[in-house]
């Protein structure tokens, strides 16, 4: 799995779009990259995962470079209830295996 | 569709005692997992069990914790005796097989040794 960073922490305003990077620089040609979050005193939830196209559901957008050595998870309109540690990881599809590292802490203000 | 259920939600015992935690997967996820996270990390996968045989245990302390799941739907983990780096939340996740990158997780067990 390739190693990815991420910034421990960020601010968005509540009604904006939350952008959280995640640098994944030596993703190999068949690794996915997944997101999920984490709200707090819960479990981590999957959000989305994408392999080099953009991706968007309901909860939200996977942008991915076309190098595929970064990619954003965006938020459209961030609300309080957004407020967790989200999580990027990258694994070969398939792999039955998820290591998660720190993540960002997002917090959502008024 | 109800979750994947784990009790009891917090537990405090001292050292040297002896704990177990149980979970109960979302019905027909054959794969099943137990994370530690310990405050301020992300996750670490303890064990993997598909249906009742384990898959992977590699980052498991054999010495002190041990888990099943006998009839390949609930499972229960064990630590005895307890240490105090052993303080942590223990999350159980279960997943369809072949989808183990869409985890479904419990709120987790929050385990205090003192």
């Known amino acids: 799995d390739a190693k990815t960073t991420q910034p421990p922490s960020m601010d968005c305003a509540e009604g904006r779009a939350a952008n959280l990077p995640c640098n994944h620089s030596?993703?190999?040609?068949?690794?996915?990259v997944y997101w999920y979050r984490q709200i707090h005193s819960q479990g981590p939830q999957y959000i989305i995962h994408?392999?080099?196209n953009n991706e968007t559901n309901e909860m939200a957008s996977l942008i991915i470079t076309e190098d595929r050595k970064s990619s954003t998870l965006i938020l459209p309109h961030a609300t309080l209830r957004d407020t967790a540690v989200y999580y990027c990881?990258?694994?070969?599809?398939?792999?039955?295996?998820?290591?998660f590292g720190t993540g960002t802490r997002l917090t959502i203000i008024p | 569709e109800a979750g994947v259920a784990q009790s009891p939600r917090y537990k405090i015992i001292e050292k040297r005692q002896s704990v177990a935690f149980w979970c109960n997967p979302i019905?027909?996820?054959?794969?099943l997992y137990w994370y530690q996270q310990i405050l301020g990390q992300g996750p670490k996968l303890l064990i993997q069990?598909?249906?009742?045989?384990?898959?992977?245990d590699s980052q498991l302390p054999k010495d002190r914790f041990s888990a099943e799941r006998l009839k390949g739907v609930d499972s229960t983990l064990k630590i005895q005796p307890a240490k105090l780096e052993d303080s942590a939340v223990y999350l159980c996740?279960?997943?369809?097989?072949?989808?183990?990158?869409?985890?479904?997780f419990g709120s987790g067990t929050q385990l205090s040794v003192l």
């Open positions: 996740a279960s997943s369809l097989v072949g989808q183990g990158w869409k985890l479904f």
């Open positions: 030596t993703i190999s040609g068949n690794e996915y």
């Open positions: 994408g392999l080099k």
């Open positions: 990881i990258t694994t070969n599809f398939g792999n039955e295996k998820l290591t």
């Open positions: 019905s027909g996820h054959a794969t």
């Open positions: 069990f598909q249906n009742n045989g384990v898959v992977d």
